[in-house]
């Protein structure tokens, strides 16, 4: 279980995480998505004690990470940045971890035939490919044990077998009521990975909610709309067949003035919405369509734009059109993520 | 090839307790053994250490070789020069090779800090003791014991060549006044000068800049503080890490000296504790 309240960090000027509040519950995988420089990282960062926040605080299991008696037995983690010395062997690296934890040296052996790396454990990790330091990094996280897991973008680099190794792996992980926490910038890789997603973008919090409350918001639309006379105006579009659900100002907008009701509302296009209005000569303060969360993406994406990330990252961004089918199902079981192995 | 299962994770290792039974309790010994694998597993150790032995000693007895070699042919620029051989033989035996071979312990000092920042392994380190200063410690004692044991190693065997050759033209003996804690305090010099370097190369966190700062204030900047005018000069100069720190391997008082050799090694030895604990603090606050 990790615990996020109102955390916030900046870096001179620019905020890249923005008071977040949110759980990571444990028997599951939650997703981390947003676009690249939306501080996925920095969160990560911040919840393992490698930052400083300058509001707010992250615990896991209760504790503050420095707090953690053995942290590497109760946090595994894998990090975006590389953290392995290219002169040191695998094993080396491995080891060294270890005896922090006062875990026995064997244990560096295991996890260096778990993720396929035995063979070259005795090599410097300088000569590695990104694909064997992903797998390193992986081997790093698994070394203690631990309940709790933070992966920042750990299918980067790897192979298609290594993708779905890892994607099996965290849903097995979480199957044994592990708290799994994975980042990532591609809406499709969450959506066949995580339970549950945290939607950030800029530092701040766009969506907290199931992976498939998150498809469905993300692929329709609803209106906002802004009345004097709202109780009038929800029967007559609830008649019409419109479904309508309370609102809440979003950050930087106005509350209702003089008190004008403000309500979504969804299945019903603004254009009849505004007909019904007209036609019973309720008064429209407001009548707006919401972007649903691809467009908020999007929108998002190309505000990213300006710290150096090329285009094209929109579409990553993308839902899979309209006709998303779910978690791919009947995936194949334990699968290795030895180099060539055995099949 | 190895095939292997997602599952295999989940199998506890034997002999490894849950975190619940895992109290409070700072693994002293877990955190030396980690630094020693950090320390050994990299091949700039090896390699620095090698040149470390090879230009002390050997600096040492090849200069020490050519100066009696050429004992009676007229000096560049006239004057006696042998006078401060004469007067302090065991200063100048063990001088010719520390003064390059120092350099050496300044790099390896600067690089065990620097490469963990240069590499990232910093943040694996940290997670692994976020803590923080528990990592720092252990690292500091572990080089700290390898340089003590290693230098004293160097600078006897050092003393012993550079002895021998001079036998001829002076004679020294470690039983005369000063001599041996002139040798045992250029391995204690040599090994706060590691700790030293290890601060500022905390300090600093980027190699390069960490190398030269170092090597400006080892070799630089007593040359210019040489320079300063009138009785401040002579006190600031006095003062300086390299120039207090050195006395302790100089068997008799220099010309004018302002500090007794103890006294120059405990302003050394300030100096270093000043910048382990300016590290040690930054290191806290810092990001990593």
Redesign the interface.
Known sequence: MIEVRGLTKRFGSKTAVDGLTFNVEPGRVTGFLGPNGAGKSTTM?LI?????PQAGWAKIDGYF??D????????G?L?E?????????AR??L???A??????A??AD??L????L?DVAGKRAGGFSLGMSQRLGIA?A?L??P?VLLLDEPVNGLDPEGVL?IR??MK??AG?GRTIFVSSHLMNEMAVTADHLIVIGRGRMIADASTSEVITRGTSTSVRVRTPDAQRLRELIAAEGGTVVAAEPGPGEPPPVNGAGLFDVTGMEAARIGEIAASASVVLHELTPVASLEEAFMELTSQTLEFGHGPGQGDAMAYPGGGYTGPADGQPG?????????R | MTVTSPASPSAAPAGVPGPASQVHRIRIAGLLRAEWTKIRSVRSTLWTLILFVVITIGLTAGLTALIVANWNAPRAGGGNGHAQIVLDPVGFILGTGISLGQLTICVLGVLIMTTEYSSGVIRASLLAVPKRLPMLAAKALVFASILVVLAEIVVFCSFFVGSALLHSKVAVSLSDSGVTRAVVGAGLYLTVLGLFAMAIGGLIRHTAGAIATVIGVVLVLPILSGLLPGNWGAHIDAYLPEQAGSLVYGARPRLGQLLSPWEGFGVFCLWTLVLVVACAVLLERRDA
């Not at chain 1, 053995?70 to 946090?75: A, F, I, S």
């Not at chain 1, 940045?81 to 062997?89: D, I, M, T």
């Open positions: 960062r393992l004690g490698l930052d400083w990470y420095r953690l008696p053995d942290p590497l037995r109760t946090v983690a990090l940045a590389k953290s392995v010395h290219p002169g040191r062997s080396n690296h080891l060294f971890l005896q922090t934890q006062g875990l026995p064997r244990r295991e996890m035939d778990l993720v396929g035995a790093a698994l203690g044990d309940q190794w099996n792996l097995h992980l044994q334990p699968v290795g993520l030895g180099k060539g192995g055995a």
